[in-house]
């Protein structure tokens, strides 16, 4: 059975897309957010009595903080994997940043990984560990786990991972054997 992703349907004939939401990260956005909505508030309206200095650190370190969690939450809520003939590219979040981009040629093999979770890679986003390699991971499932030539691996949680798996398989093309002498 073909993927109704595979482009028959869509733009881009012979285009795979794939995709996966993180669910909790909302929750930490709306964190984020009322970090911000409290340093705004505190700015606006506020009956400190103790002096400038710190209720200008309070304004600042609630807004500070809620920048970093909401902006840092919300580059990880979803990730759109793509593969074409050529390349395999991972985008995050909705400006599509961080963004990798693998040619296939690069890839050895790819697996399917039916338990990807944050807690084996250290959180959610964009992970690295030396015993395992790098990673997307944005919710617990299923991922894709490429192995690629130069021994690193790379995994992304996706919806379909399976399908990924077997579009990516069928694109890898035999590694040519140097020719040098």
């Given at each position: 059975?073909r993927d ?7 733009p ?11 669910r909790f990260?909302w929750?930490l956005?709306?964190i984020?957010?009322a970090?911000?909505a409290?340093?705004?508030a505190?700015?606006?309206?506020s ?10 650190m ?13 902006f ?18 991972v ?10 981009r693998?040619?296939?040629s ?11 979770t944050p ?7 964009y ?9 997307v991971v944005?919710?617990?499932g ?18 379909d ?5 077997t579009v ?14």
């Open positions: 059975m109704h992703r595979l482009g028959e349907h869509g881009d004939p012979g285009v795979w897309t794939g995709r996966a939401t993180g990260q929750l956005a709306l984020g957010a970090c911000m409290l340093g705004i505190l700015a606006v309206d009956a400190w009595t103790t002096g400038v200095a710190p209720l200008v309070a304004v600042v370190g609630c807004i500070a903080a809620g920048l970093l969690v909401l840092g939450t919300l580059a990880f809520v979803h990730v759109a994997l793509r593969v074409d003939e050529d390349h395999l590219e985008r995050c979040g909705h400006m599509g940043l961080p963004r990798r693998i040619p296939l690069h890839v050895a093999g790819a697996e399917f990984a039916p338990h990807v807690r084996h890679w250290g959180g959610w986003g992970r690295w560990r030396p015993e395992k390699g790098t990673a944005v919710r617990r299923e991922g894709v786990v490429l192995r690629l030539w130069d021994g690193h691996t790379f995994t992304v949680t996706v919806d991972a399976e399908a990924a798996v990516i398989r069928d694109r890898l093309r035999p590694r040519k054997p140097d020719t040098k002498h």
